[in-house]
Each structure stands twice: as C-alpha cells, then as structure tokens.
C-alpha cells in the first residue's frame, strides 16, 4: 500500500481541529510567542546604539526568537503519540489502514505548521517594531550579516528537529508529563551550539550558517525514518515489546 | 429452581444419590477447530464449525492453534475456532484470559507467537496487516473519540483514514444505524457513556466490515445504554453482519451470539449455548413437594427415566434422560404415593452456569 497524502490530511485536519477547540494548547501558543518577544523588543529599543557589546546585544535578542521554534514544538509533540495513548485515541487509529509514516508525518506536521507561522510573525513583528521605534544604527545592525539568514534558516530546522525528538520521546514513553520533561530538554542541543554563534563565541559567517544549517536539514529528514522505525504498533498498544 | 447445577458426584458424600450426577464429567467435554462433520460423530466433542452462512471455504475467521506469549507469560495458547460469514460470535472469558488480546492479534495490532489464522479471507502476516485491516472494523473496549470533536467530524477524520469515498453518504447511514443522526452535530465530549459508545459502533461501521470486532461493547454502561447496544448489535445481527463479540457478560452472549467460545488462556469449550450447557449438564427435573418424601429412593427408583436424585434444601433434584417421559410418569407416582405436589419442572441451566463450572474446574486444577 502505498503513502497516502489522503490519510495524513485526515490525522492533520484533526490535530488542527483538536488544537483550535484546546484553550491549553492555544494558551501555550499564544504565550510562549508574547514571553520571547517582548524581552527582546524592550532591551533592543533601550540599547545604547555606541555600546561596545551591541553586536552581542543583538545576537542574544534574536536568540529570544530561536527559541519559540524550539519550544513550542516540543509539548505538542510530546503528547503526541503517549497522550493519544493514554486518552485511548490511538488504538482505534492503528486499526485503521495508516500507515506508520503518514500517522508520523501529520503529527509533525500539525506542530510544524502553527510552529513555523507563529515563529515568523513573531519574528516579523520583531523587525516592524526594531525599524519603527529603535536607533537607526541598531536596525543597520540588525540587517547586516547573517542575522536575519539565520533566522529564517533556523526556524524550520530547529523546529524540525524539536519535532522529531518530541515524537520519538512520546512513541516510547508511558507517561505525558515525562515525555514532555524529556522532550524539551532534548530540543535544547541544537540551540547551544545557534547561541554560540549568536553570542559570537563562534564567530559567525554564512558559511558557517548554511553549514549548521545542512546539517541539521539532514538530521531532520534521517530522523523521520529513525522515529518511524521506533513506532511499533504492538508496542504501542500493549505499552511494552511484544 | 437451583441457578447452579448440583455439586458433583464425589463432593457431596452425605447426600443420598444413586446416580452419577447431574454433571458430565469434564473430561468429556472437548473443543474441536475441526468442522461439524469431523466433530459428529465424537460422543461429548463440541463443533467448533461455523453457524449459519458459514462454511471451511467461507468462514469469516479461520483460527488454528494460536497463541501469544509475553516472555514468559501466557497471553492465550492454542486457540482454535472458526467464524462463518453472518455470525454473531461471543468470546467470553474472566478478566486476563487473553480475550482483547486476541481480538488485538486478530486485528494485526499484535503479532502471533505461534499458530495461524486466516481473516476475512486473508492470512494473518505481517504483510497483510493492511489488507486485513481494509476489511475488519474494531470497536475497542475504549470508545477512543476525540471528545474536542464533533461527532461528524470523528468521523470524517476515520472516512479519510479508510480513504472512503461519498464521505457524508456513508457518515449519514453509520448515524442512522446507532440512531444518532440528530447528534451529529454535538462534541463527542458532551456524550454520554452509552452515546460515545454509539458513536464508535458507527466509526467501525464506516467502512462496510466483512468482520467486526467488539471488545467488551458495553462495559461499564448502565441497563439502559446497555440495552441500546444490544439491540444496535441485534440489528446488526439481523443485516447479516459478521461479529466477534468479547464480553463479561453472559447473558448477553446468550442473548445475542449464535455460538460462544469460553477462553481462560486456552480455549475451554465453543459451541452454542444450547449445546454448551447440554455438553456439561445432565437434563434433569425440580421437583418441589409440600413434605419431604418418607423414602425417596424407593418413589424415584420405581419411575422409568429417572437415573439418579439428589435433595437440595428446597426440593429435589432428578437426573433424567428425557423430561417429556419422566415429568407425566412421575407426577402419577407422587400423586398416588398421596405427595403434594407444588411444581415439577425442567432445570434450566444458563450460560452462566455453564461459564461458572468451567472456570471452577480451572482454578480447582491450578490449586492441584
């Protein structure tokens, strides 16, 4: 049988549906986003354009923003797989004619979609405001080098990879509250390694960027076989191998 | 009228009796995957063949030595049985003997550890699971709905899954089957236990099953939801549905299943209630008299038909091998012994009585 776009529409559509009717799931999209642009927008426009550390300053503004793709993701995802699990949602799915892939793809698909939209309107709301209300100099700052390529790299694929440690975290855990523990600490790796180069610990280029950036893309696509290998739908339904 | 059998011949010595018992020894009660032709002509084997509409060509479900273990733990084993096409098939059993997870096996959630099976024309295999799965429908114990979801759109998301085309065509008639269309529109979460569990009946409709597995359909429902989906299985019991039904519940196996199989880890018998309770229990008479009998022994050894008694405190119980003879010949007797008589009338066992002896039997054997 072979992969079924059909299918992962009707998991998607249901998963956005789900989330839309979920006050807890709107509240966490909607908070997480106010929380980490808020902070940045504030210090940015308060900066002082001559300061030596403005670069820095910058850098660990837009770090704020990073971590939305991040976070936001890794919940949903979390619960994904075990909180289905537990609400007794998956098993009447796993009768059906599903296939692990496309049950795998909808699931990151609904976190990526609100993830990425959200991400970048926050993003995009950042920069309106930056221009209208910070120092010229600031806003030179902010365009020049890699800053915004990062961003607009990043997002995607820290939450790609956000998303698939999530899922992978929920296919094998018993319970939601640690698989979301675990889930959000696994997300963090990646963005060490971003606030580096933000920070200019390693001091960033494009080359560096698109490298990283590479990377990550192909861990991201080899983690979708990885955690479709991991779902067994025997173990799924009885909690433990078979 | 006792609601169990008697006790045991053996059990019971301070009883008078003369008879074996109102039981058939349990030896004699065998279970059989062959078919009803094979079984015929064994004294005490019971067909494990499928009921009406089915046939070793055409059965709906083919089981041949099953099982699954956990490491070392035994889920079911050796599990034989066969479904015919239109049968209401229970699978009855306490809590762990295996049912769900046969049901789970047979519905390719769980792979077998040994044995074969043959659903809906198709072989148990791991190859097969989706076309296996394209034709069976399962109603888990769980109805298992998004409850932030209304009821159409649970199962609008179930259609797609199936990939069914004329989605609100078949949405409407699943609905009209369980009654439901006027509640189409609510969340599954403001539902009732017993609407939730209507809902799910029509989920496992959508795709027009060859066999639909019910796990436990009316598990902790009240007498009236209750009531409802039995008379939803009846209907669809009536549109020549094939249906393998796991319950606790006895009465409603006797009610709604054309045969039964009793599992606790193996199988212990399958057959139709009927049948079941003629393979464990002896016909026998109640008898209830305003006095006891000065000599009982001498009255029911003088009536033709009657092969052994036992007194129980109310009345007495008689072991005969055909009611219609022994019933007339014995009223004469105690009417002209001068006994007044209150009733005389044939024990009926239920298929409780049966399920209860059974799973005696095993935890008798598990303390030997």
């Known amino acids: ?242 | 009228m006792a609601r169990r059998a008697p006790s045991r011949p053996g059990h019971d010595e301070a009883r008078p009796s003369r008879s074996a018992g109102a039981f058939r020894q349990p030896c004699q009660v065998r279970v059989t995957s062959q078919p009803a032709t094979h079984a015929a002509g064994g004294a005490g084997l019971i067909s494990a063949a499928p009921g009406p509409g089915g046939s070793k060509d055409g059965s709906a479900l083919v089981v041949e030595h099953l099982a699954k273990r956990f490491g070392d733990r035994v889920a079911f084993d050796d599990v034989s049985f066969e479904v015919g096409y239109g049968e209401v098939f229970g699978f009855l059993g306490p809590n762990g003997a295996g049912k769900t997870t046969t049901v789970r096996t047979l519905g390719t959630l769980i792979a077998p550890s040994s044995g074969w099976a043959i659903v809906a024309g198709i072989p148990l295999g791991a190859k097969n699971g989706s076309a296996i799965r394209s034709r069976i429908s399962m109603m888990p114990e769980s109805p298992g709905l998004y409850l932030r979801l209304t009821v159409t759109e649970n199962l609008q998301c179930f259609a797609g899954l199936y990939e069914l085309g004329d989605v609100r065509g078949r949405i409407e008639r699943a609905l009209g089957a369980v009654n439901l269309e006027d509640r189409a529109r609510d969340l599954c979460g403001s539902l009732s236990k017993g609407l939730r569990q209507r809902v799910a009946l029509a989920r496992a409709l959508l795709s027009d099953p060859a066999v639909l597995f019910l796990d436990e359909p009316t598990s902790g429902l009240d007498p009236v939801a209750t009531r409802e989906v039995h008379e939803l299985i009846a209907s669809l019991r009536e549109r020549g549905v094939t249906i393998f039904l796991t319950t606790h519940r006895l009465e409603e196996a006797e009610r709604l299943c054309d045969r039964v199989a009793i599992l606790n880890t193996t199988l212990r018998m399958i057959g139709r209630p009927g049948e079941l309770r003629e393979q464990l229990f002896r016909r026998s008479l109640d008898v209830r008299l305003r006095a006891p009998l000065d000599d009982p022994e001498a009255m029911f050894g003088a009536v033709p038909g009657i092969e052994g008694w036992e007194r129980t405190p109310s009345s007495y119980t008689l072991t005969v091998s055909d009611p219609d003879l022994a019933a007339p010949a014995l009223t004469r007797a105690l009417v002209a012994a001068g006994a007044d008589i209150l009733s005389i009338a044939e024990s009926r066992h239920s298929l409780e009585d049966v399920y209860l002896e059974l799973i005696d039997e095993d935890v008798e054997a598990r303390a030997r």
């Open chain 1, 1 to 242: 049988m072979s992969f079924s776009w059909t299918r992962v529409g009707a998991i998607l559509h249901k998963e956005l549906r789900d989330y839309r009717r979920n006050r807890f799931v709107i509240g966490t999209m909607a908070a997480v986003p106010v929380l980490f642009i808020t902070l940045p927008t504030i210090q940015l426009i308060a900066a002082n354009a001559t300061g030596k550390n403005l670069s820095v300053r910058i850098g660990l503004s837009l770090l704020y923003m990073l971590v939305i793709p991040v976070t936001m993701p890794s919940v949903v995802c979390a619960y994904s797989v075990v909180g289905e699990r537990e609400q007794g949602t998956l098993e009447p799915v796993l009768t059906t004619l599903i296939r692990r892939e496309e049950f795998l793809i909808a699931k990151a698909l609904a976190a990526f979609v609100p993830t990425l939209v959200i991400a970048y309107a926050v993003f995009g709301i950042f920069l309106a405001v930056a221009a209208l209300f910070a120092h010229p100099v600031i806003v030179s700052a902010i365009y020049a080098g890699p800053h915004v390529l990062v961003q607009l790299l990043f997002t995607p694929l820290l939450a790609g990879w956000a998303i698939w440690v999530g899922i992978a975290v929920s296919t094998r855990s018993t319970d939601v509250r640690v698989a979301q523990q675990l889930s959000v600490l696994g997300s963090i790796p990646p963005l060490i390694i971003v606030a580096l180069m933000s920070l200019n610990v390693i001091t960033e280029s494009i080359a560096l960027a698109i490298g990283l950036a590479t990377a990550l893309l192909a861990f991201d696509l080899l983690a979708w076989r990885v955690v479709a290998g991991m779902f067994d739908r025997e173990r799924l339904v009885i909690g433990r191998p078979g």
